[in-house]
């Protein structure tokens, strides 16, 4: 039988119901109630402080569930050397008295199977504990890798010092009225502290702590407020999704994912590992969590986008409007201009690169390309023709500008300028390259250091604008790819993309056959109308978490309907600006060793053509 954890369409504006909550959960859906876990209480007797240099006199443990002693342990250690006179003094415990007592190494495999699978349990665990690891090294015994649980740190949450003058096991016995008073033998400290362990998790239970995975972070310094909503993740499923925050009104307050388990990442917002202070005023805020299942981590982090565009959360920062990302556009009309704009269109002999996260930075590409070619930055629409008695600006009279505003230069002449920039932004990007590393030598030669530094900030945009345009093109331009990748388990991961949008996804199990579930999702994926490339049918991040998952190794393409391929020569091959660089130097002395020119020498053709000497590879 076919185990395909899901087989739906990724629907484009699909709303989530907000009464979608997991029902009946299992206990692994939960976790594990407190109840019902097995905890062994220890208490060692040693002749020092530290296992480096001293041993065990004795160890007491007791072993409990439910409120129900299950067994005790109790024995003397041989601890291979006399006892101290303190420690005669302190615990009662002579040298005399362990004359024939078992060495560690016959006592420990008997503790050690007496606390298989349990939660050891300690007041100051890290004492005890430690000398226990130490002990199993000397013995050459693994150490079974216990839970730990450290009643001195749970006091510190809940007692305070009204309430006790210091967290001594004695002093928290006589508080919580323990039936045994502790008298430093193992035995009966390990006793004293069951009833403390019992009076400490009763106080933390009305502070959400009620199960197993709650004593993690128990002692985490966390309000008390924050720490009750830790109830929101109750009955969450253990599997990658979304998960929505809700408020009063029910409106959406942050939207965030997981690609392993949605239960233990909406846990973590009510312990100490999340510092965020607005994160942490959303969850005062909170009164619902609402999970969206998803059957991969791909869709997942899709999803999320989606939903955090569509609502608009006030805490989420990221990708909430992505209508403003801008482009670069190279306009068609009869003397083109660049230009930075909010969408793409069908324009004939239009060019696009980007998008940019900011409208500044877009400016510092459009600046890269006016410093690589002699293209108008004015923004009037010129005439084919130029006007009579039209005046020229002051670039022009710089030599920065062939002035076809007063007919200075034709319209034939001028294309041919406007072809280069289209094939700086759209392939290879060497002229501009080319043009910034001499300005680059020449400041750092005069150091002009902040110069450089702006010089290569517009190189940098032109470069990541440029690459990521190239790289969204082609799977905008494929009106359907279908992609598989083996899963841990052996199974497929199958992902069907149409003109750049995720339009569905599912997991098959190794036993099926992927190519009738892939046949089934073609017929039910979504529809996706055809962009003006190279924008994409999706949000540019969507597409961007499409494009890192295919480049994963190992993924196949199954099924490519158009052409999913990317230029030789592009802005992909070097989009770090160090990188770019680099290449153009290597590029030039490549050069001046196959045509014999020197440093000082002219090159062999225009710097604007050096990018066509050698092949670049994406």
């Known amino acids: 039988m076919s185990t395909v954890r899901r087989l739906r369409p990724v629907w484009a504006q699909q709303s989530v119901d907000p009464g979608a909550r997991a029902i009946q959960p299992s206990l692994d859906d939960v976790g594990t109630p407190l109840s019902e876990v097995t905890f062994v209480v220890v208490d060692l007797e040693t002749t020092g402080g530290t296992p480096a240099d001293c041993a065990i006199t004795e160890i007491g443990a007791v072993k409990v569930r439910g409120g129900e002693v299950l067994g005790e342990f109790q024995t003397l250690v041989d601890p291979g050397g006399p006892v101290p006179p303190f420690i005669q003094v302190l615990t009662g415990i002579t040298t005399t008295m362990l004359i024939g007592a078992p060495p560690i190494e016959e006592v420990l495999p008997s503790f050690l199977e007496f606390a298989r699978d349990a939660v050891l349990v300690a007041h100051n665990a890290p004492f005890d504990v430690g000398f226990l690891k130490a002990a199993a090294a000397r013995t050459g015994h693994r150490w079974p890798g216990n839970r730990v649980l450290d009643t001195v740190r749970l006091a510190r949450r809940v007692v305070t010092r009204d309430e006790a003058p210091n967290h001594k096991l004695s002093s928290l016995a006589a508080l919580f009225g323990a039936t045994v008073t502790p008298n430093h033998r193992a035995l009966s400290d390990a006793r004293a502290t069951v009833d403390v362990l019992h009076a400490l998790l009763g106080r933390l239970a009305p502070l959400g702590v009620t199960h197993l995975e709650d004593l993690a972070t128990a002692t985490d310094p966390v309000p008390a407020d924050v720490r009750r909503k830790r109830t929101l993740a109750d009955g969450l499923p253990d599997s990658p999704g979304v998960y929505l925050f809700r408020g009063p009104g029910d409106e959406v307050l942050y939207v965030g994912t997981s ?29 619902r969590v609402d999970p969206v299942v998803c059957a991969t981590p791909l869709e997942a982090r899709v999803r999320e986008l989606r939903l955090i565009a569509e609502h608009s959360p006030r805490y ?66 010129l005439p084919l023709v130029a006007t009579p008695g039209a005046s020229s600006c002051a670039l022009a009279g710089m030599g920065r500008c062939g002035a076809p505003c007063v007919g200075a230069q ?40 902040e110069e450089a530094a702006t010089v290569r900030d517009r190189l940098g945009a032109f470069l990541r604008g440029a690459s990521r345009a ?14 598989a990748a083996r899963t841990p388990d052996g199974g497929w991961e199958l992902v069907l993309v149409r003109h750049g949008r995720l339009a569905a996804t599912a997991r098959v199990d ?3 056959d992927p190519r009738p ?52 020569r592009s802005a992909l091959a070097d989009p770090d600006t160090a990188a ?3 290449a153009h130097g290597r590029l030039l002395a490549g050069v001046e060793a196959s045509t014999g020119f020197g440093a000082d020498s002219s090159p062999a053709r225009p710097e604007a053509d050096l990018g066509a000497a050698v092949p670049r590879t994406a």
């Open 510 to 512: 190794r036993r099926t």
């Open 470 to 483: 190239q790289r969204l093109d082609p799977l905008a331009r494929c009106a359907e790819l279908v992609a």
């Open 259 to 287: 690609t392993t388990s949605l239960r233990r990442r909406v846990r973590s917002y009510f312990t100490s590992s999340e510092k965020r202070g607005r994160i942490t005023e959303m969850v005062r805020i909170a009164e």
């Open 580 to 582: 770019a660089l680099d």
């Open 517 to 568: 579930v892939i046949a089934t999702l073609r017929e039910t994926a979504a529809h996706v109308v055809a962009p003006v490339a190279p924008a994409p049918a999706a949000h540019p991040e969507e597409t961007d978490l499409v494009l890192a998952w295919l480049d994963q190794p190992g993924v196949r393409l199954v099924h490519v309907d158009g052409v999913y391929a990317y230029p030789v």
């Open 410 to 449: 034709g319209a034939d002449e001028y294309a041919v300028l406007v072809e280069r920039v289209r094939r700086a932004m759209t392939s290879d990007p060497a002229p501009v390259v080319a043009a910034h590393a001499g300005r680059l030598q020449q400041l750092v030669d005069q150091q002009r250091y």
């Open 316 to 381: 989420n920062r990221r990708s909430r409007f992505p209508e403003r990302m801008p482009w670069v556009r190279l306009t068609s009309e009869p003397y083109p201009r660049l230009s930075v704009v909010r969408d793409v269109r069908d324009e004939d002999g239009a060019a696009y690169i980007g998008p940019f996260g900011s409208a500044r930075t877009a400016t510092l590409a459009v600046d890269a390309l006016h410093e690589s070619f002699e293209i108008r930055q004015c923004t009037r629409r």
